[in-house]
């Protein structure tokens, strides 16, 4: 099983709003990241987490907050967001964060309007 | 530098071979890796070279790295209307120590019938 799933798949929220995005894999995978993909444009790094522990920070605003309360689940909390924040935000996961491979398996993405 | 670049646009018949180009500027990459994605959709793996590779074939694809030039290219043999997609080529860079995937800006695929 090299399933990533994300839910919400679409999401729209007013800028006053908060909300979750989560994220779910059960490969036994230790690495967990979030992009952010803007239309025609490719995913940009947002978050990493390494073993549960946010290990990059991409100097994302603060109204994104990522969680990781295990080793399956990964969320990111969205508070008081901005219209350019709209896009597609992909989930992905990795065997682990260290040296190797590393392959990194994607969600189908939530698709976030915000209004 | 840790640029990533990509055409934008080909287009190809049914039953020819594509060949999708990528140039990275950064030679520390230990992985480069093809990913897909169709639209509306995640992205999906296709495959990866590690960098003291010069090919490596899997099925209908082929990847070919040429170290000295920093330069990538995925073919796809024998083309199918289901593989019109964007093709994202992607490095990692081991000994910064991110652990993170740099994405080049995609080429987006249309197969003729």
């Known amino acids: 099983d090299t399933e990533v799933t994300q839910t919400p798949k679409h999401l729209v929220m007013g800028m006053t709003n908060k909300k979750s995005l989560k994220c779910e894999q059960h490969?036994?995978?230790?690495?967990m990241y979030w992009y952010k993909q803007k239309a025609k444009k490719p995913p940009e790094l947002m978050f990493v987490y390494s073993y549960e522990k946010l290990s990059i920070n991409e100097s994302v605003p603060s109204r994104f907050s990522p969680e990781c309360p295990n080793s399956s689940l990964l969320n990111l909390h969205l508070h008081a967001l901005q219209p350019e924040d709209s896009a597609l935000y992909l989930c992905?996961?990795?065997?682990?964060?260290?040296?190797?491979?590393?392959?990194?398996?994607f969600g189908p993405g939530t698709r976030l309007t915000v209004t | 530098g840790e640029d990533v670049e990509q055409s934008l646009f080909l287009s190809v018949r049914e039953g020819d071979s594509s060949v999708i180009n990528c140039t990275y500027t950064d030679s520390s990459s230990t992985y480069l890796y093809w990913y897909k994605q169709e639209p509306g959709a995640g992205l999906q793996l296709l495959t990866y070279?590690?960098?003291?590779?010069d090919m490596k074939q899997d099925q209908r694809l082929t990847v070919l790295l040429n170290k000295k030039d920093k330069h990538l290219s995925l073919r796809i043999a024998d083309t199918q209307t289901g593989d019109s997609a964007i093709y994202f080529c992607a490095e990692r860079v081991e000994d910064t120590g991110r652990r993170a995937l740099t994405f080049g800006s995609g080429t987006r695929l249309q197969v003729q019938p």
């Open positions: 992905a996961s990795s065997q682990k964060g260290g040296q190797g491979v590393n392959e990194q398996y």
């Open positions: 490969m036994g995978h230790r690495a």
């Open positions: 070279i590690f960098s003291n590779m």
